[in-house]
């Protein structure tokens, strides 16, 4: 059978599955979904396994370090038990910290701005007055407006919506089993990284050519590196921002200091529009106790990320992703349209690693055809 000959009969084995697959179309979908429930467990345990890779890695490098002159010095497998869990001891600290720290302050903060609005917009409409703008359609939209049972009915549809939700997952068996699986497989990965990564290489090399293989490996390597540079650099500059931020707030007695600084290093994950969005909120927030107060804050904010950008995010993060400002925001929105704010974080890395590939490739072919540009 010459090449011709089996093209054609792959065509129309194509055409054929094609065919079968459209007048099929609801039982595959079915069949999907029932494949996807069966693998979620796996495909969760190695999501949460790839995502804890990179303090575990950080923790492996630390106790090497400190182990290097140590007379005795601890097996790889002692060193990766003790890194994990010290992972798992900084996330159950983080946890602990926001529940009793964090969470109360935010709602106490969200109390005062309810407070704040039922006191004040009275005298915000009689100023609005002043300047001659006619005020009597927001005066017929407040009246029938009770601030306090509003806010206590903000926090009881909340409590009664988090009761239901954690009441549905309690009676769901299954959501439980699937973290539970997904958790166990999520820990033998990251205790066997090195013997699967082995065990993947070798399937590989005997089952494909070298060069393909080779290929394979280099991209995996890239994409690895790329969000593991991403995600710790972003969650130490992250920090560092948010606590330069209350700090500031601090000492220039700005009001909510703190949910502001929580929302600065939630929302710097977001390049360009999380900076953006986390200023204006805070002084949107500020601007409700005080006008001069606000100003201060956004001069504040200001001076304390021209800092942050100058100083210590290029130290920090740096050109971890080796993306352009202009990529970078390209990523934020496609991956902001198509999966919400974790698209906008993870596109990022994503599109890094596809620009890194697309600009090797260009290369190559500029070289191939004796080509030079500069």
């Not at 693998?39 to 106790?63: R, T």
């Not at 890194?83 to 900084?90: P, V």
């Not at 409409?125 to 407006?145: E, N, R, Y």
């Not at 790329?226 to 500059?237: N, V």
């Amino acid at each position: 059978m010459n090449s011709k000959m089996k093209q054609n009969m792959i065509l129309i084995a194509f055409g054929v599955f094609l065919y079968a697959a459209l007048m099929n179309y609801s039982d595959i979908i079915a069949f999907s979904k029932g494949l996807f429930g069966i693998f979620l467990p796996i495909i969760s345990g190695l999501i949460i396994a790839f995502v804890l890779n990179v303090p575990m890695s950080g923790f492996e490098n630390l106790y090497r370090r400190l182990f290097q002159k140590a007379k005795r010095k601890p097996s790889d497998g002692m060193i990766s038990t003790l890194s994990l869990l010290s992972t798992i001891g900084c996330i159950i600290l983080i946890i602990i910290l926001i529940c009793t720290m964090i969470i109360p302050e935010i709602v106490s903060s969200v109390r005062s701005i309810y407070t704040i609005i039922a006191v004040k917009s009275p005298e915000w409409i009689a100023k609005l007055g002043q300047f001659g703008v006619d005020t009597t359609w927001i005066d017929q939209q407040l009246s029938g407006i009770d601030f306090e049972n509003l806010f206590k009915n903000v926090l009881t549809g909340a409590g009664s919506l988090l009761n239901s939700a954690v009441g549905i997952a309690s009676s769901t068996i299954n959501v439980f089993v699937t973290c539970g699986f997904a958790l166990v497989i999520a820990i033998y990965v990251l205790l066997g990284r090195k013997t699967l990564a082995r065990q993947c290489k070798m399937l590989l090399y005997a089952h494909t050519k070298k060069k393909v293989a080779e290929r394979v490996c280099y991209v995996a390597n890239l994409i690895n590196d790329t969000y593991s540079k991403f995600l710790s650099g972003q969650c130490i500059e992250a920090i560092i921002l948010g606590f330069m931020i209350f700090i500031a707030f601090w000492i220039f007695k700005i009001p909510y200091a703190s949910l502001i600084a929580l929302l600065t290093g939630v929302l710097s994950f977001i390049p360009y529009i999380g900076a953006f969005c986390a200023c204006f909120i805070g002084v949107l927030l500020v601007l409700l106790v005080n006008p001069v107060q606000a100003l201060i804050s956004f001069v504040v904010y200001q001076v304390v990320q021209f800092i942050e950008n100058q100083f210590i995010y290029p130290n920090v993060v740096g050109g971890s992703v080796g993306l352009a400002p202009l990529w970078t925001l390209v990523a934020v929105l496609i991956g902001g349209d198509l999966f919400g704010v974790i698209g906008m974080i993870f596109f990022i890395p994503l599109t890094a690693v596809v620009y890194q590939l697309l600009k090797e490739y260009t290369h190559k072919r500029l070289k191939n055809k004796g080509e030079k540009f500069h």
